[in-house]
């Protein structure tokens, strides 16, 4: 089983940069492929990025060239690095992990483990 936390979040002004951080627990981090999903009031959560347990990602259009995932497997993080944010970033993010190590999904049921979630508000 995998428990995880969100750190990161805040409020930004539209056009600025904030970093999540994802830490988990358990020996196997290596073996789950890690996603980023968020959720905006009154919306149904979306996919934001997924890191397989091998390194390979994928993005929602709406991210691509703007945000990055990465993984730490030495220290059981998994980053989003989410640059030139718009207004319409804001919202609950979280993070997820999937048991298929190779998996690159973007459904939320593919997903077993869930953190708490994170704020990120941008201001316009």
């Known amino acids: 089983q995998v428990q995880l936390v969100e750190s990161g979040g805040g409020l930004v002004q539209a056009g600025g940069s904030l970093r999540l951080s994802c830490a988990a627990s358990g020996r196997t981090f290596v073996r789950y492929a890690l996603g980023w999903f968020r959720q905006a009031p009154g919306q149904e959560r979306e996919f934001v990025a997924v890191i397989s347990g091998i390194g390979n990602t994928y993005y929602a259009d709406s991210v691509k060239g703007r945000f990055t995932i990465s993984r730490d497997n030495a220290n059981n993080t998994v980053y989003l690095q989410m640059n030139s944010l718009k207004p319409e970033d804001t919202a609950v993010y979280f993070c997820?992990?999937?048991?298929?190590?190779?998996?690159?999904?973007?459904?939320?049921?593919?997903?077993?483990?869930w953190g708490q979630g994170t704020q990120v508000t941008v201001s316009s």
């Open positions: 997820a992990a999937d048991e298929r190590r190779y998996g690159l999904a973007s459904r939320t049921a593919s997903y077993e483990y």
